[in-house]
């Protein structure tokens, strides 16, 4: 199973990671270094944040629950991620709230 989860979270880091950069500066307007920035920062908490992981596996919850957990969490972000940028949601948000447009 943690195989399987383990291919998963990769797809979905290096999904995101691809095209982060382009979202940062194209639809966040954010300067090149700014992004840059911000993508080292994600990187270097997503590198760092296995330990907190570790600790609570560890000593709280056991592996396989842990694992469900952070994948749960993972999945949902990414999820409220997707849909809240996507073009229907803000048609959505221009819809119902005319003065946005």
Same mark, same amino acid.
């Given at each position: 199973?943690?195989? &399987?989860?383990? &291919?998963?979270?990769?797809?979905?880091?290096?999904?995101?990671?691809?095209? *982060?950069? !382009?979202?940062? !500066?194209? /639809?966040?307007?954010?300067? !090149?270094?700014?992004?840059?920035?911000?993508?080292?920062?994600?990187?270097? &908490?997503?590198?760092?944040?296995?330990?907190?992981?570790? @600790?609570?596996? /560890?000593?709280?919850?056991?592996?396989?629950?842990?694992?469900? *957990? #952070? #994948?749960? @969490?993972?999945?949902? &972000?990414?999820?409220?991620?997707?849909?809240?940028?996507?073009? /229907?949601?803000?048609?959505? @948000? @221009? *819809?119902?709230?005319?003065?946005?447009?």
């Amino acid at each position: 199973m943690s195989a &399987v989860v383990e &291919v998963a979270l990769r797809f979905a880091y290096y999904g995101l990671a691809g095209n *982060l950069i !382009t979202y940062l !500066t194209n /639809d966040l307007h954010q300067s !090149t270094s700014t992004a840059i920035k911000n993508i080292n920062t994600w990187v270097g &908490v997503s590198a760092i944040f296995p330990i907190f992981g570790a @600790i609570v596996a /560890d000593s709280l919850l056991g592996r396989f629950k842990t694992i469900l *957990l #952070s #994948s749960t @969490i993972y999945f949902i &972000v990414c999820s409220l991620a997707t849909t809240f940028n996507s073009p /229907d949601f803000e048609e959505l @948000i @221009i *819809l119902y709230n005319p003065e946005k447009s």
